[in-house]
């Protein structure tokens, strides 16, 4: 379609056939997140470039350093699929800053030594299971001689839409003395066919304890039946659902934003009828790089109300009680 060449000259198209296979229609719930859409040529109010302020906080390249125990490392820039609603779609998918060089990923991985309070890396992106195995296998071995790091957690979309790659020679190369974590990203259960919960089942065989991250989406996911059917699914196939994310204001995804008061309005449904384990935590990361937090719903109302240390406190299914802390009188 003709009208869509400027979307795809400005914003990066790539949708694997593991996503191809399972797209109905450019309006349906996986069309939504890949088919490109004129609408992404708007600019919203408030809609910036680098919507959760990598640039401010990264003091070599590759890596965003915003919180004293944990780091991002970007090793590629690629991903398998590109999302049309991406936080990063300024940078990702850009081919002439696609993959980290040596020297960059070298004068990163020193930055790691000389940062002792540093106990955790995430390899976010792009996507860094899009890497060679061997490219992979040399960044985390050299990670696991960093003495001061312990944890290592992978953040990709690999599994779910390109599942194929999740080979042998993939968990061989990332096994390492490290605590590796695997965060899935993925908004909607079509997304999770036979292949993409197999793939998860053979990263959680490895030993990976496997988490989740979705983005609410208008169009897409912003339906509580929706959402149910994908925390369970996820949760019987042994991944955690962690975050939920409030949309990052990247520029053109107006139309995917769904109002913070309706978020919460969704999740507090999800309260009310899913078990403890499926439960993510509905986020926001505070546009310009001051982190992410928690945005409810609140249940513990108002403070005191009939004298010191008496609160209101919410039900999972809305009703309101009285709840006297005696520790505070
Ligand atoms: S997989 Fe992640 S980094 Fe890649 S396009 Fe989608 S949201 Fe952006």
Redesign the pocket.
């Known amino acids: 379609m003709p009208e869509l060449s400027p979307v795809v000259a400005r914003f990066r198209l790539g949708i694997p056939p593991e996503i191809r296979r399972r797209i109905r229609r450019a309006d349906d719930a996986l069309g939504r997140q890949f088919v490109p859409d004129v609408r992404e040529l708007d600019r919203a109010p408030g809609e910036v470039p680098d919507p959760i302020g990598d640039q401010r906080f990264s003091p070599v390249e590759g890596l965003v350093h915003r919180y004293p125990d944990r780091v991002l490392l970007l090793p590629t820039l690629l ?5 049309r ?5 300024e940078t ?2 850009d081919p002439g800053r696609g993959v980290l060089t040596e020297a960059r990923t070298t004068a990163a991985l020193q930055w790691l030594h000389q940062h002792p309070a540093v106990r955790e890396v995430i390899l ?4 860094p299971l899009v890497l060679s195995v061997a490219r992979l296998a040399r960044l985390v071995s050299r990670l696991a001689e960093v003495p001061h790091l312990r944890i290592l957690r992978l ?3 690999v599994p779910i ?1 390109a599942p194929e790659r999740i080979t042998p020679e993939l968990g061989e190369a990332l096994r390492s003395r490290l605590a590796t974590w695997v965060v899935l ?1 993925t908004n909607h259960p079509d997304e999770l066919g036979p292949a993409a919960l197999a793939a998860a089942a053979t990263l959680s065989g490895w030993g990976f304890p496997l988490l989740s991250q979705s ?1 609410l989406l208008a169009g897409v996911n912003d339906q509580a039946e929706t959402l149910i059917a994908l925390f369970r699914t996820l949760v019987e196939n042994r991944v955690k659902p962690y975050y939920l994310h409030h949309l990052d204001r990247a520029e053109g995804t107006d139309h995917f934003r769904v109002p913070l008061s309706r978020g919460q309005e969704l999740v507090g449904v999800l309260r009310g009828r899913l078990s403890g384990i499926a439960q993510p935590t509905y986020v926001l990361d505070i546009p310009g790089g001051y982190g992410k937090v928690p945005i409810g719903p609140n249940y513990l109302h108002g403070g005191p109300t009939e004298g010191p240390g008496v609160y209101q406190v919410t039900d999972p299914w809305g009703g309101l009680h009285d709840y006297a802390d005696l520790e505070g009188r």
Do not use: A, L, P
């Open positions: 991903c398998h699929v590109y999302c609603f991406c936080f990063r779609r990702v998918g976010t992106g792009g996507d953040h990709t979309r839409v990203h983005v």
